[in-house]
Every structure is written in C-alpha cells, then in structure tokens.
C-alpha cells in the first residue's frame, strides 16, 4: 500500500482548512495528540497538530515517523518575515533550518545542535522543488481564490515565494529589538517560527525526506500579535491548502524521463 505523506502544523488553525477536505477518515489518539487519517484527494495522509514549540514539534515528527511509516513530512502554518522583503501574506519555502536558541558555546559553535556537526539541517530538495511549483501557481491565483478585497484588508497586495533558510525557537518573536537582532546575527534568515527546525533534526535522524512550508503571519515586531488569529484562519489555513493539495495533485515526473 502507498506510504502516507505526513503533515503537520502546530496549531489547529493552521490545518483548519484542510481538514474537512480528508476522505476516508480515521481518527486516533497517541500521546494527547488526535491523529487523522485519510485520502486528501487520492493521496494516503496522515494529519496531526503537534502543538506550539520545538518539544511539541519533535514528539509529534518522532511519533509520526516511528508508527506510522510516512514516505515524507510536511510541516506547514505560519512564521514571522524577517528578511526586508519578506512581507505578510508572502509564502517561505524553507531550504535549510536552524535552531536560533541552540547555544551551547565555547563547547560547541553557536547554533551548531551538539554531537552532530551541524548548525543547518537541509529539507529533502526534490519536495521543496514541488512545493515552489505549486506555490507559484498558487499565489499567481491568490488574489482571486481568496479575494482581492480581503486580502486588502490585511494589506496583502501580490503575495511573493522566498525560499532559503527559516530559524526556530522558543519564543513567539514580536518585538524590533529581538528581531533585529536576530536579522544581525543571522542575516540570511527569510522567516522565524517555533518547530521547524526542531522537525527537521528529527527528520535528520530518521532519514525522513522533509519540507516546511510557511504563510507570513507579521514581521516579527511590536506588532507581531496584531490580528495574528484572523490571518491565519482566514488567508493562511486557506492558501495552505490550495499549495498542498496542488502539490499532492501535481503530475509527477516519469521515472523513464
Ligand atoms: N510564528 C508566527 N509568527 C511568529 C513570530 N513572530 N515568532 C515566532 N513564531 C511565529
């Protein structure tokens, strides 16, 4: 039988728009977290919310990978823009992630998780190459899927793709001074959310080809809480799943071609 893609976001409203598109369901209950399994649109998925955090983020990727045999993971929702040009209602595909709070110098390099090598985990590139496609497709038809006067109303004009790296912690991001600092110290960082990176180093471990995809919610800055639950159920659950299910739906290329 085809191995289920995994998909993950760390709050409800994050998957809300996908969900009610699920077929087949089956719904189970590991480790207080409810477990959806499905079809979305032909495809076998398996569906959690993991909850806020880079500890929640990683039980929930450990789980999924070790019981129910996903053949990738997605881990999607929103972030806040760091980089100048990464603006709300804009689409980061990430490339690398990093953990901005891992610091356990003079031991090891700043950023670098310990006894591993690495500061930077890659996503598995043939996803992220899928994604951007569809993501492209996405946004061209952003303003007509979910009205231009709506998106107006968030001041989202022609919401953009940036891919590159994405960095994550525990911390909700939302003054200038920290991001700031954060731009400074990490100055080719796109966005800043909570699991990513965490996801990532699990997905390392298990050799789980992964991607993470992220809606900018607000610029990390004094006014990062500023209708934060709105825009993320009303434009970014929504642009979510028009880019996953035009992903999953994607004709993939021939093994012959
Ligand atoms: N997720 C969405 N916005 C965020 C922010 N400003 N900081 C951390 N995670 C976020």
Redesign the pocket.
């Known amino acids: 039988m085809q191995a289920p893609v995994a998909i993950v976001a760390a709050m409800e409203l994050e998957l809300r728009a996908l969900l009610p598109q699920l077929t087949d369901v089956q719904r189970v209950a590991r480790a207080g977290r409810e477990i959806h399994l499905g079809r979305l649109h032909g495809q076998r998925v398996v569906l959690a919310r993991s909850g806020i955090g880079k500890v929640a983020a990683a039980t929930t990727a450990t789980l999924l990978a070790a019981e129910f045999a996903p053949s990738s993971m997605l881990f999607t ?4 823009g760091l980089a100048p040009d990464v603006r709300v209602g804009d689409v980061v595909l990430a490339r690398e992630l990093l953990q901005h709070d891992m610091d356990a110098s003079p031991l090891f390099p700043r950023y670098e998780v310990p006894l591993t090598g690495r500061a930077r985990f890659a996503v598995d590139a043939a996803l992220a190459d899928r994604l951007a496609v569809a993501t492209a497709a996405c946004l061209h038809e952003a303003p007509h899927a979910l009205g231009a006067s709506h998106l107006a109303a968030f001041g989202i004009g022609h919401p953009r793709m940036h891919q590159g790296l994405v960095i994550s ?1 525990d ?4 003054t200038a001074a920290e ?1 700031s600092a954060l731009r400074r110290d990490l100055p080719d960082a796109l966005a ?3 699991e990513g990176a965490a996801v990532a180093q699990v997905c390392a471990d298990f050799g789980l080809p992964l991607a993470v995809l ?1 809606v900018i ?4 800055d004094d006014s ?1 809480h500023v209708d ?1 639950l709105r825009f993320t159920r009303e434009v970014a659950s929504v642009l979510t799943r028009l880019i996953v299910v035009a992903a999953l739906t994607q004709p993939r290329p021939s093994p012959t071609a």
Do not use: I, K, L, N
Not at 171 to 174: D, G, P, Q, T
């Open positions: 929702g929103v972030a806040g912690g911390r909700f991001v939302s991001s800043v959310e909570m992220r919610s607000d610029r990390a990062a934060f």
